[in-house]
Nanobody
Framework: QVQLVESGGGLVQAGGSLSLSCAAS????????MGWFRQAPGKLREFVAA????????YYAESMKGRFAMSRDNAKNTVYLQMNSLKPEDTAVYYC????????????????????WGQGTQVTVSS
């Protein structure tokens, strides 16, 4: 059983930056591919970014490419999401997710691939 706790959300002006963290406990963190998703009010949850177990492979939703960067530190059992050039439409609750996988280079971008989810952290971008 993996527990995930997100942190780092908050209020930021458009054009600003935020760095989210997701701390994992339980299980072996490095056995899990990780992902970030977000859900804006009145909208479905959507994929943001994913990273492989090793951290060597990352994948981003098109609208996040060049602005967001996902990384992980397996020694600290933590995954990060650096968000730059934030826009009001980035306002959402951001969720961290984990899935155990035997494939070190695999990443996943579908919600149903993930087994473990955090409670989310609110990101609000003002115009």
């Amino acid at each position: 059983q993996v527990q995930l706790v997100e942190s780092g959300g908050g209020l930021v002006q458009a054009g600003g930056s935020l760095s989210l963290s997701c701390a994992a406990s339980g299980g072996t963190f490095s056995n899990n591919a990780m992902g970030w998703f977000r859900q804006a009010p009145g909208k479905l949850r959507e994929f943001v970014a994913a990273i492989s177990r090793s951290g060597d492979s990352t994948y981003y939703a098109e609208s996040m490419k060049g602005r967001f960067a996902m990384s992980r530190d397996n020694a600290k059992n933590t995954v990060y999401l650096q968000m730059n050039s934030l826009k009001p439409e980035d306002t959402a609750v951001y969720y961290c997710a984990a899935v155990r996988t035997p494939y070190s280079g695999a990443y996943y971008y579908k919600e149903y691939d993930y087994r473990y989810w955090g409670q989310g952290t609110q990101v609000t971008v003002s115009s």
